[in-house]
C-alpha cells in the first residue's frame, strides 16, 4: 500500500468546498467537470456542472472529492471515503475481496475510462472504501 487519503462527497458544492480548502491549505487544485469528462452522456444533463473529481495537494496533505453522481441522498458526517493507493492490481482485488467480506461490494474492481483500477465498498463497520491503483505508463 502506498498511502491513505480521505475523498468527500458533496451536494453540488464541491467546487465552492474544495476552493475554500484551498485557500484554508494553500496547494495545487485541480478540479474535473463533469460535462467536460468521457462519462457526460452518462449522467443527468442538470449535472454537467459538478464536479467529476477534484484532487487539492499540498506537500504531504491530499484531500480529493466530487460532487454526489450516485443519487443516493447523503448523510452529513458519511459523505467521505477513505481512499487506499495501491502498489499493484493484485494488492487492490486482495484488498477488495478481505474488506468487502461481510460488507457491501459497491463497484468491484475494474480498469476505469481514466486508466487506473478502481474499485468502491462499504466494510462491515459501515466505512467507505475505495481503491485505486494506477498502472505506470510503458
Request: aromatic share 10%; glycine share 8%.
Amino acid at each position: 500500500m502506498k498511502r491513505i487519503d480521505a475523498y468527500l462527497f458533496f451536494e453540488n458544492n464541491c467546487r465552492e468546498a474544495m476552493t475554500y480548502y484551498q485557500q484554508v491549505l494553500g496547494g495545487e487544485l485541480n478540479l474535473t467537470i463533469v460535462g467536460e469528462s468521457p462519462v457526460a452522456e452518462q449522467l443527468p444533463p442538470e449535472m454537467k456542472d459538478n464536479v467529476l473529481h477534484g484532487k487539492l495537494i499540498n506537500d504531504n496533505v491530499v484531500l480529493m472529492a466530487s460532487d454526489n453522481c450516485m443519487g443516493a441522498p447523503l448523510d452529513k458526517g458519511r459523505n467521505f471515503s477513505l481512499s487506499l493507493s495501491c502498489s499493484n492490481e493484485e494488492e487492490v482485488h486482495s484488498l477488495y475481496a478481505k474488506l468487502a467480506d461481510s460488507g457491501e461490494a459497491v463497484s468491484p474492481p475494474k480498469t476505469e475510462f481514466w486508466g487506473d483500477v478502481f474499485g468502491m465498498l462499504v466494510d462491515k463497520f459501515g466505512i467507505s472504501w475505495m481503491l485505486n491503483y494506477r498502472p505506470e505508463k510503458q
